[in-house]
């Protein structure tokens, strides 16, 4: 009983960690996307960076 039940929190710990990773990607990959195509007609430059001093 106990087993499995440590069996079931290492299941869901990992398939937590399987779906962070994928999601965190998958989101990073779209806005590299939307980066590339829409800012040549978006209203200001959202390629720039602000310079750290």
Same mark, same amino acid.
């Given at each position: 009983?106990?087993y499995s039940a440590k069996k079931e929190i290492v299941k869901l710990?990992?398939?937590?960690? =399987?779906?962070?990773?994928?999601?965190?990607?998958?989101?990073?990959?779209?806005?590299?996307?939307?980066?590339?195509?829409?800012?040549?007609?978006?209203?200001?430059? =959202?390629?720039?960076?602000?310079?750290?001093?």
């Amino acid at each position: 009983m106990i087993y499995s039940a440590k069996k079931e929190i290492v299941k869901l710990v990992t398939m937590d960690l =399987i779906v962070t990773m994928v999601s965190i990607l998958l989101i990073d990959f779209i806005r590299g996307l939307w980066i590339k195509y829409c800012s040549a007609w978006w209203c200001w430059d =959202i390629e720039t960076t602000f310079v750290s001093k």
